[in-house]
């Protein structure tokens, strides 16, 4: 969100006269528009940013309610499906741009739990889970969520380990995963392999997950079963394993000088909630399950920023809407543009719902007058006296 005041580079003397906003700055951490870029240039012995967008305002971190089971698609009589609200803001707050990303969101977070609102599946951006899991992901666990992630090319593939465990991108897997399933994304992104091989490695990683024994205790800690334990794969460290069913994947364990990891040598191991707390989370990553609830709760967040962002209506990114300095009065005339926005995405969803078996209130289509194509000539339409 720009302010009205005008912003100041951080190394001069002056001040800017609205010192609770901050710099914007798409390139790395967004919050230091002193540092350079990777791709920054050199003329004339000096350097040149060449940024696409630096602005001074504040960071709006929203939190928006969204049912991630349905996708929202009107009935076949165009009627919006009365089970599927519009997503809405629900809790917000304000802060210097890239200065505090997670403990922004686990204060907006902690205010929607407080006002009773459950707790289900929470996306965010890559900013989240990048920021240190005490931060963010350890509070929102907490809290009960169930964190949904994407990751960067360089985040992909084996992530953590814990008693010979492996977190694989956000999900633990027998350390006897093949090497082809392990690489799956990042052979795609390698163009290696197509989409539709990458999909069958995805679904050829399931049975080789450790399988949950109980819920997490409330310090996070949570007892999971090795795979061939539960019956999901064949191990020859397992030899009970062996035989149950010829149609189950057989695990092909290195063998290492000091023994069996743990995890190979027991039943069950423990895996306590720091490990791999940056980039653990709840669904697997890549799969049908995954793809529907990440993107769906993504793109109502983006769908909402463009909506409030529109300039006939709350238009919360021009600073001509607000101007006045100081985080706090900023905060309380964007909670009034908010709550406008969820009023009016609320009332354009009913419009469009089927009261009592009538036909829903439809807007005419506006069109500009225009002459019919029947009266044109190539001198021009004829005119009727």
Not at 11 to 40: I, K, V
Not at 118 to 127: K, W, Y
Request: proline share 11%.
């Amino acid at each position: 969100m720009r302010t009205y005041s005008r912003g100041l580079r951080t190394t001069g003397p002056d001040l800017a006269t609205d010192p609770d906003a901050g710099w914007y700055f798409r390139e790395g951490d967004h919050r230091d528009p002193d540092a350079l870029p990777a791709h920054s240039t050199k003329k004339n012995g000096k350097r040149q940013r060449t940024a696409a967008k630096a602005m001074f305002g504040y960071d709006a971190t929203l939190a928006i309610a969204r049912n991630p089971h349905r996708d929202g698609t009107p009935r076949p009589d165009g009627t919006a499906d009365p089970r599927v609200p519009p997503g809405v803001v629900t809790g917000f707050t304000l802060d210097k741009p890239g200065h505090a990303p997670g403990p922004n969101a686990i204060r907006v977070l902690a205010d929607v739990r407080r006002r009773g609102h459950p707790a289900g599946f929470l996306a965010g951006d890559r900013a989240y889970n990048n920021t240190v899991p005490d931060y963010f992901q350890l509070p929102a666990r907490a809290l009960s969520y169930q964190l949904v992630f994407d990751y960067r090319q360089d985040q992909l593939g084996i992530q953590a380990g814990t008693a010979g465990a492996q977190l694989i991108e956000g999900t633990w897997y027998c350390p006897a995963l093949p090497s082809a399933l392990v690489t799956a994304t990042t052979d795609l992104h390698a163009e290696a392999i197509d989409q539709e091989t990458r999909t069958r490695r995805i679904a050829a990683r399931i049975p080789f997950q450790l399988v949950p024994k109980q819920h997490p205790d409330r310090e996070g800690h949570q007892r999971m079963s090795c795979p061939a334990a539960a019956g999901h794969v064949q191990c020859p460290l397992k030899p009970t394993s062996l035989g149950r069913d010829p149609r189950l994947p057989l695990a092909d364990p290195q063998p290492s000088p000091a023994g069996p990891a743990k995890i190979c040598a027991q039943q069950s191991i423990t895996i306590p909630p720091e490990a791999g707390a940056q980039q653990h989370q709840a669904l697997p990553y890549g799969t049908a399950e995954w793809q529907r609830t990440y993107f769906r709760l993504r793109n109502s967040v983006e769908s909402f920023n463009g909506f409030a962002k529109d300039p006939i209506y709350e238009a919360i990114e021009q600073p001509g809407r607000r101007r006045i300095r100081g985080i706090a009065a900023q905060a309380l005339l964007l909670a009034f543009q908010l709550a406008h926005a969820n009023r009016r995405k609320i009332d354009r969803w009913l419009d469009t719902l089927s009261p009592d078996g009538h036909p829903p209130h439809r807007r005419p289509t506006r069109r500009r007058p225009t002459r019919p194509l029947g009266s044109w000539t190539p001198t021009g339409h004829l005119t009727t006296k």
